[in-house]
Protein backbone atom coordinates (compact mmCIF):
# COMPACT_ATOMS: atom_id res chain seq x y z
CA UNK A 1 0.00 0.00 0.00
CA UNK A 2 1.33 3.49 -1.09
CA UNK A 3 1.88 5.66 2.17
CA UNK A 4 3.03 9.71 1.05
CA UNK A 5 3.78 11.81 4.09
CA UNK A 6 4.41 15.21 4.16
CA UNK A 7 6.29 17.22 6.53
CA UNK A 8 5.93 19.62 8.64
CA UNK A 9 2.41 19.65 8.48
CA UNK A 10 1.95 23.36 9.48
CA UNK A 11 4.50 25.56 8.75
CA UNK A 12 4.18 29.41 9.93
CA UNK A 13 7.01 31.79 8.07
CA UNK A 14 7.80 35.05 7.56
CA UNK A 15 7.47 37.24 4.45
CA UNK A 16 10.72 37.43 2.56
CA UNK A 17 12.05 34.11 4.00
CA UNK A 18 12.90 30.73 2.09
CA UNK A 19 11.59 27.13 3.03
CA UNK A 20 10.78 23.45 1.88
CA UNK A 21 8.22 21.39 2.38
CA UNK A 22 9.05 17.82 1.72
CA UNK A 23 6.94 14.97 0.13
CA UNK A 24 7.98 11.02 1.03
CA UNK A 25 6.61 8.09 -0.26
CA UNK A 26 6.77 4.31 0.25
CA UNK A 27 6.83 2.66 -3.55
CA UNK A 28 8.36 3.31 -6.81
CA UNK A 29 6.65 5.93 -8.88
CA UNK A 30 8.04 8.59 -11.33
CA UNK A 31 5.15 10.36 -11.41
CA UNK A 32 3.73 13.50 -8.82
CA UNK A 33 1.83 16.28 -8.12
CA UNK A 34 1.70 19.70 -6.28
CA UNK A 35 -1.92 20.84 -5.37
CA UNK A 36 -3.06 24.25 -3.74
CA UNK A 37 -6.04 24.47 -1.51
CA UNK A 38 -6.81 27.73 0.08
CA UNK A 39 -9.36 27.42 2.48
CA UNK A 40 -13.03 26.09 2.59
CA UNK A 41 -12.31 26.13 -1.64
CA UNK A 42 -11.53 23.74 -4.37
CA UNK A 43 -7.44 22.27 -5.08
CA UNK A 44 -6.01 23.49 -7.95
CA UNK A 45 -3.29 22.30 -9.50
CA UNK A 46 0.56 23.68 -8.94
CA UNK A 47 2.45 21.01 -10.59
CA UNK A 48 3.02 18.12 -12.19
CA UNK A 49 6.15 16.23 -12.24
CA UNK A 50 6.46 13.04 -14.60
CA UNK A 51 10.33 11.96 -14.50
CA UNK A 52 13.59 10.93 -11.89
CA UNK A 53 14.90 15.57 -12.13
CA UNK A 54 12.03 17.14 -13.02
CA UNK A 55 12.27 20.06 -11.94
CA UNK A 56 9.74 22.77 -12.38
CA UNK A 57 9.13 26.72 -11.10
CA UNK A 58 6.02 28.77 -11.14
CA UNK A 59 6.62 32.40 -9.44
CA UNK A 60 8.09 31.99 -5.72
CA UNK A 61 7.39 27.84 -6.14
CA UNK A 62 9.65 25.70 -7.33
CA UNK A 63 9.18 21.63 -7.14
CA UNK A 64 11.62 18.61 -7.92
CA UNK A 65 11.25 14.99 -7.70
CA UNK A 66 14.02 12.07 -6.83
CA UNK A 67 12.90 9.04 -7.28
CA UNK A 68 15.82 7.43 -6.27
CA UNK A 69 15.23 8.53 -3.22
CA UNK A 70 10.81 8.70 -3.33
CA UNK A 71 11.22 12.29 -2.95
CA UNK A 72 9.80 15.43 -3.74
CA UNK A 73 10.58 19.20 -2.53
CA UNK A 74 8.26 22.30 -2.73
CA UNK A 75 10.59 25.22 -2.54
CA UNK A 76 8.92 28.28 -1.48
CA UNK A 77 11.50 31.59 -2.27
CA UNK A 78 11.00 35.05 -0.79
CA UNK A 79 7.67 34.22 0.71
CA UNK A 80 4.39 36.65 0.62
CA UNK A 81 1.10 36.55 2.12
CA UNK A 82 -0.57 35.42 -0.87
CA UNK A 83 1.19 31.93 -0.90
CA UNK A 84 -0.81 31.05 2.47
CA UNK A 85 -2.66 28.09 1.78
CA UNK A 86 -2.42 23.98 2.21
CA UNK A 87 -0.26 21.96 -0.12
CA UNK A 88 -0.99 18.53 -1.19
CA UNK A 89 1.64 16.60 -2.84
CA UNK A 90 0.03 13.09 -4.24
CA UNK A 91 1.59 10.30 -5.88
CA UNK A 92 0.23 8.19 -8.77
CA UNK A 93 0.23 4.62 -7.84
CA UNK A 94 -0.45 3.13 -11.29
CA UNK A 95 2.34 1.45 -13.16
CA UNK A 96 0.10 1.26 -16.37
CA UNK A 97 -0.31 3.80 -18.96
CA UNK A 98 -2.28 6.46 -18.20
CA UNK A 99 -3.99 5.26 -14.73
CA UNK A 100 -3.92 8.29 -12.95
CA UNK A 101 -5.31 7.10 -9.15
CA UNK A 102 -3.62 9.25 -6.83
CA UNK A 103 -2.77 9.16 -3.17
CA UNK A 104 -2.29 12.34 -1.39
CA UNK A 105 -0.62 13.49 1.41
CA UNK A 106 -2.06 15.08 4.63
CA UNK A 107 -1.22 18.62 3.61
CA UNK A 108 0.97 20.90 4.68
CA UNK A 109 -0.67 24.42 5.92
CA UNK A 110 1.56 27.18 5.22
CA UNK A 111 0.76 30.93 7.05
CA UNK A 112 3.13 33.55 5.32
CA UNK A 113 3.37 35.94 8.68
CA UNK A 114 3.68 40.21 7.32
CA UNK B 1 -14.92 27.33 -18.23
CA UNK B 2 -17.11 25.68 -16.04
CA UNK B 3 -15.14 22.83 -15.74
CA UNK B 4 -16.27 20.15 -13.09
CA UNK B 5 -19.32 21.34 -11.57
CA UNK B 6 -20.48 19.44 -8.01
CA UNK B 7 -24.23 19.89 -7.11
CA UNK B 8 -25.46 20.25 -4.70
CA UNK B 9 -22.80 22.72 -3.17
CA UNK B 10 -24.07 21.71 0.90
CA UNK B 11 -26.57 19.68 2.10
CA UNK B 12 -27.17 18.27 5.95
CA UNK B 13 -28.94 14.92 6.46
CA UNK B 14 -29.91 12.82 9.12
CA UNK B 15 -28.81 9.30 9.94
CA UNK B 16 -30.42 6.40 7.66
CA UNK B 17 -31.52 9.01 4.75
CA UNK B 18 -30.01 8.51 1.48
CA UNK B 19 -28.78 10.60 -1.17
CA UNK B 20 -26.67 11.16 -4.49
CA UNK B 21 -24.12 13.79 -5.37
CA UNK B 22 -23.84 14.70 -8.64
CA UNK B 23 -20.78 15.57 -10.36
CA UNK B 24 -20.55 16.47 -14.04
CA UNK B 25 -17.18 17.45 -16.19
CA UNK B 26 -17.32 19.11 -19.68
CA UNK B 27 -13.23 18.94 -20.93
CA UNK B 28 -14.28 15.65 -22.68
CA UNK B 29 -12.28 13.96 -19.95
CA UNK B 30 -12.41 9.75 -20.14
CA UNK B 31 -11.32 9.68 -16.00
CA UNK B 32 -13.80 10.93 -12.93
CA UNK B 33 -13.20 10.18 -9.23
CA UNK B 34 -14.94 10.73 -5.77
CA UNK B 35 -12.72 11.72 -2.87
CA UNK B 36 -13.36 12.77 0.83
CA UNK B 37 -11.60 15.46 2.67
CA UNK B 38 -11.75 15.16 6.57
CA UNK B 39 -10.33 17.28 8.91
CA UNK B 40 -6.71 17.31 9.10
CA UNK B 41 -6.13 14.98 6.36
CA UNK B 42 -5.78 15.01 2.96
CA UNK B 43 -8.19 13.34 0.21
CA UNK B 44 -9.03 9.84 0.30
CA UNK B 45 -10.38 8.29 -2.95
CA UNK B 46 -13.67 6.33 -2.66
CA UNK B 47 -14.31 5.34 -6.28
CA UNK B 48 -13.04 5.79 -9.49
CA UNK B 49 -14.04 5.36 -13.44
CA UNK B 50 -11.30 5.00 -15.48
CA UNK B 51 -13.42 5.11 -18.79
CA UNK B 52 -17.07 5.41 -19.39
CA UNK B 53 -18.88 1.69 -18.19
CA UNK B 54 -16.31 1.51 -15.33
CA UNK B 55 -16.09 1.74 -12.24
CA UNK B 56 -13.67 0.65 -9.30
CA UNK B 57 -13.10 0.90 -6.02
CA UNK B 58 -10.44 3.25 -4.38
CA UNK B 59 -9.44 3.22 -0.21
CA UNK B 60 -12.78 3.78 1.56
CA UNK B 61 -15.63 2.63 -0.66
CA UNK B 62 -17.80 1.13 2.25
CA UNK B 63 -21.23 3.07 2.47
CA UNK B 64 -21.03 4.48 -1.23
CA UNK B 65 -22.03 3.11 -4.59
CA UNK B 66 -21.35 5.40 -7.68
CA UNK B 67 -22.38 5.67 -11.65
CA UNK B 68 -21.38 6.52 -14.28
CA UNK B 69 -24.33 7.61 -16.01
CA UNK B 70 -22.40 8.45 -19.62
CA UNK B 71 -18.78 10.37 -20.17
CA UNK B 72 -19.59 13.49 -18.60
CA UNK B 73 -21.37 12.40 -15.19
CA UNK B 74 -20.41 10.27 -12.32
CA UNK B 75 -22.67 10.68 -9.53
CA UNK B 76 -22.03 9.25 -5.93
CA UNK B 77 -25.05 7.42 -3.66
CA UNK B 78 -25.33 7.30 0.28
CA UNK B 79 -27.53 5.00 0.52
CA UNK B 80 -28.22 4.64 4.10
CA UNK B 81 -26.01 8.00 5.62
CA UNK B 82 -24.05 7.67 9.07
CA UNK B 83 -22.83 10.33 10.95
CA UNK B 84 -19.39 9.35 10.00
CA UNK B 85 -19.93 10.21 6.63
CA UNK B 86 -20.11 13.92 7.13
CA UNK B 87 -17.00 15.24 5.03
CA UNK B 88 -16.24 17.45 2.10
CA UNK B 89 -16.54 15.74 -0.88
CA UNK B 90 -14.67 16.67 -4.01
CA UNK B 91 -15.03 15.19 -7.60
CA UNK B 92 -12.24 15.09 -10.01
CA UNK B 93 -11.82 14.16 -14.10
CA UNK B 94 -8.65 14.14 -15.99
CA UNK B 95 -7.53 12.72 -19.55
CA UNK B 96 -6.01 9.39 -18.27
CA UNK B 97 -4.06 8.75 -21.75
CA UNK B 98 -1.83 11.00 -24.00
CA UNK B 99 -2.81 11.80 -27.64
CA UNK B 100 -0.94 8.35 -28.28
CA UNK B 101 -2.42 5.38 -27.88
CA UNK B 102 -0.41 3.43 -24.97
CA UNK B 103 1.19 7.30 -24.21
CA UNK B 104 0.99 8.16 -20.58
CA UNK B 105 -1.25 11.42 -20.00
CA UNK B 106 0.48 14.18 -18.19
CA UNK B 107 -2.65 15.80 -17.16
CA UNK B 108 -3.09 16.75 -13.32
CA UNK B 109 -6.78 16.14 -12.29
CA UNK B 110 -9.20 19.09 -12.35
CA UNK B 111 -11.38 19.09 -9.25
CA UNK B 112 -15.12 20.74 -8.50
CA UNK B 113 -15.70 22.78 -5.66
CA UNK B 114 -16.74 20.43 -3.14
CA UNK B 115 -19.93 19.22 -1.50
CA UNK B 116 -20.75 19.98 1.96
CA UNK B 117 -22.07 17.40 3.89
CA UNK B 118 -23.38 16.60 7.45
CA UNK B 119 -25.44 14.17 8.47
CA UNK B 120 -26.80 13.85 12.40
Known amino acids: ELKVEQNPLFLSMQEGKNYTIYCNYS?????LYWYRQDPGKSLESLFVLLSNGAVKQEGRLMASLDTKARLSTLHITAAVHDLSATYFC??????????????FGTGTRLTIIP | NAGVTQTPKFQVLKTGQSMTLQCAQDMNHNSMYWYRQDPGMGLRLIYYSASEGTTDKGEVPNGYNVSRLNKREFSLRLESAAPSQTSVYFC???????????????????FGDGTRLSIL
Open chain 1, 90 to 103: AVDEGSNFGNEKLT
Open chain 1, 27 to 31: TTSDR
Open chain 2, 92 to 110: ASTQRTGPVWGQRSNQPQH
